[in-house]
C-alpha cells in the first residue's frame, strides 16, 4: 500500500502519515528495551516498511547507546536517499560511550554529538534533528541557534525538539523555525494537549509526532498482567505498569478492544488511527514484520465522528493512567 504523504510543519519536510520507532530494535547497554532485540528481524522491519511506503525512521544516540543508529546504518544501506531520517543528541554520553544521565544542550555538544551520529548512521545528512530533552543549564536560544549552524552547513535538513513546553517552544521558535515537536501521546498520555502544547504548535505551524502511541504496549491489549513484562523491561518501573493503575488500565483497554472489534480491526490499530485523525504523526515502534504491516495498516482507518466520541468517553481527557515515566525521568521534563 502507499500511504498518504503529509506536510509535517510548515517548514517543507514531507513525509509519509504513520512513521517506524526504532528504539526497540536494539537494547540498552545490557538490557532489552521491549524484549529481546533480534538484529536480522529488525533490518527485514525496516526494509518492510519501505516497501509499504514507511521511509519515516526515528532513532536517538542514547538508544544503545548508538547501537540503534548503527543498525539503521546497515539497513538504510546505499539506499540512503530512499529514506527520512531522523534522530536525537541532549542525554549527554561521554567519550567511554557511558550515559552520564545528565542533559547536555551546549553549544559544543550539539557539535560533537551530530558528528558522532553522521559517523554511526554512515550519511552526511539528518533530514530531522531533534533535541531529546531540554537541558535546564543552557538557554534554549544557544541550542537552537548551535542547530540553525548545522542546518547551514547542511548536516541536518529540520530542527525539532522533545517534550518541551509551549514557553520553550515559543523561545526556540523565534532564533529557527522549528519543524516538530516529538511527545509521548496516546489515549493513555495527553500531557501535550493539557498542557495547551498542541495549540500553540498549531499556531506556529509546527508539526507534532508522538511517540509511544500505544501506551507503550498497553493498548495493543497483548499485555494482561504484570507477569507479561520480561524481568529486565524497563516498563516495570514506570507507574501505569504498577499495581496501583495496572487493573484500572486494564479495564479501558477492555473497553477499547471492544470497540475495535466492532469496527473490525485491532486495538492497536483503532489507537493509532485516533491520534491519525487529529492531523498528528505516530511513530509505532516495532521490530517484527507481522506488527509493522498491522500499524501501517492502520493508516487505511476512517473514524466517524461516532467512533471519535466513544474513544473519548472511555478514556477522557485528564483521565489519570499513571506517570509516563520514573520519578527522576519525570523530573528532566520540561
Not at 503529509?6 to 513525509?15: F, P, R, V
Not at 523565534?174 to 498542541?198: C, D, K, M, N
Not at 496501583?244 to 493509532?272: D, G, M, P, R, W
Request: aromatic share 8%.
Amino acid at each position: 500500500m502507499n500511504i498518504e504523504i503529509i506536510q509535517l510543519g510548515n517548514q517543507g519536510l514531507m513525509i509519509p502519515k504513520i512513521g517506524l520507532g526504532c528504539m526497540g530494535m536494539t537494547g540498552f547497554e545490557d538490557a532489552n528495551m521491549y524484549g529481546e532485540a533480534d538484529e536480522t528481524e529488525a533490518i527485514a522491519t525496516i526494509h518492510r516498511s519501505l516497501e509499504l511506503g514507511g521511509n519515516f525512521l526515528d532513532t536517538a544516540d542514547l538508544y544503545g547507546p548508538f547501537k540503534n543508529e548503527q543498525l539503521i546504518a546497515k539497513a538504510v544501506g546505499k539506499n540512503r536517499d530512499q529514506y527520512i531520517i531522523t534522530t536525537k543528541f541532549g542525554w549527554e554520553i561521554d567519550d567511554s560511550n557511558k550515559v552520564t544521565w545528565a542533559i547536555n544542550g551546549s553549544k559544543d555538544y550539539v557539535k560533537k554529538s551530530v558528528e558522532r551520529s553522521l559517523k554511526n548512521l554512515n550519511t552526511d545528512y539528518i533530514d530531522l534533528y531533534y533535541m531529546h530533552r531540554l537541558d535546564k543549564n543552557t538557554p534554549i536560544e544557544e541550542t537552537v541557534q548551535a542547530m540553525s549552524d548545522l542546518v547551514q552547513e547542511g548536516k541536518i535538513g529540520y530542527i525539532g525538539l522533545s517534550e518541551v513546553s509551549s514557553e520553550t517552544v515559543k523561545r526556540a521558535h523565534s532564533i529557527h523555525p522549528i519543524t516538530a515537536v516529538q511527545s509521548e501521546y496516546s489515549l493513555f498520555e495527553r500531557t501535550a494537549e493539557e498542557r495547551g502544547v498542541l495549540k500553540t504548535l498549531q499556531e506556529l505551524g509546527i508539526g507534532f509526532v508522538a511517540y509511544s502511541p500505544l501506551g507503550r504496549g498497553f493498548l495493543s491489549g497483548q499485555i494482561k498482567s504484570i507477569n507479561d513484562l520480561p524481568e529486565n523491561d524497563f516498563r516495570r518501573a514506570i507507574p501505569r505498569f504498577q499495581e496501583k493503575y495496572f487493573h484500572k488500565n486494564i479495564e479501558l483497554v477492555e473497553a477499547i478492544e471492544n470497540l475495535a472489534e466492532e469496527k473490525e480491526v485491532t486495538s492497536s490499530q483503532l489507537a493509532l488511527a485516533w491520534i491519525m485523525s487529529k492531523g498528528i504523526v505516530p511513530i509505532p515502534g516495532t521490530k517484527r514484520r507481522k506488527y509493522l504491516e498491522q500499524n501501517i495498516e492502520s493508516a487505511k482507518i476512517i473514524l466517524t465522528e461516532s467512533d471519535l466520541q466513544k474513544l473519548e468517553t472511555i478514556v477522557p481527557l485528564g483521565t489519570d493512567t499513571g506517570a509516563p515515566y520514573d520519578e527522576f525521568s519525570m523530573g528532566l521534563l520540561d
